[in-house]
């Protein structure tokens, strides 16, 4: 008797048997009895062998595929991320998987449905239908194969059918061949002599694996390398897929894409539909797209020819999976492409330091542009110093004139404040209350335009009182200023500009981003708000003044990383001033102009930025120079979760150290979120392997601890929040 061992969309570390009655394949999707209902598994190998009495095994209910759902190359990935994140096989296989193969739907193209002529009516008399001139008309047009697609009723097909003379059949739509037509339109732009240079170092190697870093400073023209050098993949028939960190990326990326090439062109992100998702992945299985740019999850798309990986602002943080299998979708893409013996660029100007560390121990292939494409030039950067200025919703006086000054010469205007809402803080004038979220102990956030106070924690919104529930006083203000705040009062102090806000609020409905960055490319005066949704990767040929409005609560955080990563927001949205012709400039308020950070960013850039701090990471054992893991803990009593992080501890501290490092049981960075409080644990070690062999050992002793029942945890391989 054969035993299928089956992956369950379960969060258990384990496998389930069931009896094979019938052929079946590893990587197969079938129905299995799972308690009192049937669920979708995947089988993940099949022999003789259980550890149960074969007699009480239930057998498969039905087999939904006649082939592996995952090409083998990605079913090795799956299995190496399942192993490498400790996450449960089956919980890894389904995430990889459209929703609608999750819950049964066949893996192939849907039939189609087509009309026909009948053996009646090929040969009957046209003239029998004289007096029904539509019928004559539209039978005329089969028998002449040039039948309309529009403008012919139902109605008068149903007639047709009903006189026998057509009928409705089904078929299965064949693979579109876009090979056969492709070609690439002629570009007016002019390399320079570092895109050249990138463009055949990558072309010279683009038949095996290899990880290229293409840095290169905002508006240097990467697009246009990845453009290039997709060229030729495509030219040899094969596919590539480009992943971006945001959806609002995707417009502009597949306009720029369908410019140049005369091949089908696929999006893949979460406001797609789940027959959508569906669609374009198998049609990149079926090799019928030529490029798929997608988001974070559009790395497990099958390909039946894929040739190259782009990963367009390979630092963004979008990249790291934050809840369920914590994955790394750049990384992943690395590991993907070894397997698959083919090209990878990592794009970026601002790379993240573990990029740059594999770039200069030569793992990586380093490939830089310097300088800013066509006759665009840096934009001038300079610190204004707040201290003692009246701020009006968080402007400086000098900072809106020179709002002013760029607005009158038909220029356009960017201010970066990354913070949403009206204000952070509704506070009582009369005793001091605060409103708080009870699920996370922390402020809610004052939206003035929908009338709500929402906590950006969890997401749970509730009305704004009337009155002080804690003393009565109707005298309830908003304290500090968010994207609306500033909006609002720039619409004052510029009543005849246009101003666009961009944030979470302003674009989530489908299509609300495109519309708005097509009102900003028509040019003329304006002025764009927005969070760091606008310092992604963006192209605005018009804005020449960007103004940061606050970011000092960056510059003094607890977390190693913080640094990084406003050095990387900074420039990115700095980035976005002076892309053309016009000349730019950068001007950041703040109350510590003396900070170092501050002026090694504006004197010497990311580069030497990087540099120093790479020499501080090392000094101090921090990543890339060491491996992390956090072991997050959660429960409602805020008693579960710190005991069984400090019995981790406890049995690491006995089996594993000195070598390993702990960090904790320590309250997390936000220790309460809907209702749960939240602990952490953080261990370190110098050597990756090791590492995973302590987790590997810690899981199996874990799982006969029966205090997991009592909480939530969760392993968080290569956290990028401590």
């Not at 492709?182 to 732009?189: E, G, L, R, V």
């Not at 850039?605 to 060491?626: N, V």
């Not at 590997?696 to 401590?722: C, F, M, R």
Request: with cysteine.
């Amino acid at each position: 008797m054969l035993i299928a061992h089956i992956a369950l969309p379960v969060p258990l570390y384990q496998l389930f048997d069931y009896q094979l009655t019938k052929p079946a394949q590893i990587g197969m999707r079938v129905k299995v009895p799972f308690g009192k209902r049937n669920i979708i598994g995947i089988i993940v190998s099949i022999d003789e062998k259980t550890e149960f009495d074969i007699k009480n095994l239930k057998s498969i209910t039905a087999i939904i595929d006649t082939e592996p759902v995952f090409p083998p190359s990605i079913w090795q990935l799956l299995e190496w991320a399942a192993s490498y994140y400790h996450y449960p096989i089956g919980e890894v296989l389904f995430h990889a998987m459209p929703i609608l193969l999750r819950q049964g739907h066949q893996a192939v193209k849907d039939e189609a449905k087509r009309w026909q002529l009948t053996a009646l009516g090929k040969h009957i008399d046209l003239q029998s239908l004289s007096r029904a001139p539509k019928q004559k008309l539209l039978l005329s047009s089969f028998r002449n194969n040039t039948i309309p697609d529009t403008n012919v009723s139902s109605a008068t097909y149903n007639e047709l059918q009903k006189k026998q003379l057509i009928e409705q059949v089904t078929y299965l739509p064949s693979n579109v061949q876009w090979q056969t037509n492709f070609s690439t339109n002629a570009s007016s732009i002019q390399l320079n002599k570092e895109q050249a240079h990138a463009i055949n170092a990558v072309n010279e190697e683009n038949n095996q694996f290899k990880v290229f870093l293409l840095e290169g400073v905002t508006g240097s023209g990467k697009t246009e390398v990845y453009l290039n050098v997709l060229s030729t993949i495509l030219a040899a028939g094969k596919q590539a897929l480009v992943l971006v960190p945001e959806i609002g990326l995707t417009p502009q990326t597949i306009k720029r894409f369908q410019q140049r090439f005369n091949a089908p062109i696929d999006i893949l992100h979460s406001g797609l539909t789940d027959k959508e998702r569906l669609s374009v992945w198998l049609r990149s299985k079926n090799g019928e797209n030529a490029i798929v740019v997608g988001t974070r999850s559009s790395l497990f798309t099958p390909f039946k020819k894929l040739g190259m990986i782009i990963i367009d602002e390979e630092h963004d943080n979008s990249y790291k999976q934050q809840e369920g299998w914590r994955y790394h979708a750049r990384d992943l893409a690395i590991i993907r492409a070894k397997f698959d013996n083919i090209p990878i660029i990592l794009g970026s100007a601002t790379p993240s330091l573990e990029t740059l560390n594999n770039a200069q121990n030569k793992k990586y292939h380093l490939l830089q542009l310097t300088e800013r494409a066509g006759n665009a030039t840096l934009a001038k950067q300079s610190i204004l110093d707040i201290r003692g200025l009246v701020l009006t919703s968080g402007l400086s006086q000098p900072l809106i004139e020179q709002i002013k000054k760029h607005l009158s010469n038909n220029n356009q205007v960017m201010l970066f404040l990354n913070r949403r809402g009206f204000s952070p803080l509704l506070i009582c004038h009369d005793c001091g209350w605060i409103a708080e979220c009870p699920r996370c102990d922390r402020p809610y956030t004052f939206h003035q335009k929908q009338k709500k106070l929402i906590c950006h924690y969890c997401d749970t919104p509730r009305a704004v009182p009337k009155q002080c529930p804690k003393c009565g006083s109707t005298h309830l203000m908003p304290i500090g200023f968010g994207t609306e705040q500033l909006e609002q009062q720039l619409k004052v102090l510029f009543p005849y500009i246009k101003i666009s806000r961009i944030d979470r609020d302003t674009v989530s409905k489908k299509g609300s981003l495109n519309t708005y960055l097509q009102t900003i490319q028509q040019g003329g005066a304006h002025i764009l708000v927005g969070t760091q949704i606008l310092a992604k990767g963006h192209h605005f040929p018009d804005i020449t003044l960007v103004g940061i409005i606050d970011v000092d609560g960056a510059l003094f955080s607890s977390d190693f990383r913080a640094t990084e990563r406003f050095a990387q927001i900074y420039t990115q949205v700095s980035g976005r001033a002076g892309r053309e012709a016009k000349a730019g400039e950068v001007i950041l308020q703040t109350h510590h102009p003396d900070h170092p950070l501050l002026n090694i960013l504006l004197t010497k850039g990311y580069q030497q930025f990087a540099k120093l701090t790479l020499q501080e990471r090392k000094q101090t054992q921090l990543p890339p120079f060491s491996y992390q893991v956090l072991i997050r803990a959660a429960d409602r009593n805020n008693h579960y979760a710190p005991a069984f992080l400090q019995h981790i501890h406890d049995w690491l501290k006995v089996h594993y150290e000195p070598a390993l490092w702990q960090l904790g049981p320590m309250p997390a960075s936000q220790p309460k979120k809907a209702g749960y409080h939240r602990w952490q644990l953080l261990l370190q070690h110098t050597n990756r392997q090791q590492l995973q062999q302590i987790l590997d050992q810690l899981l199996i002793t874990i799982a006969k601890w029966s205090e997991t029942s009592k909480l939530k945890w969760s392993i968080d391989v290569d956290p990028i929040d401590n």
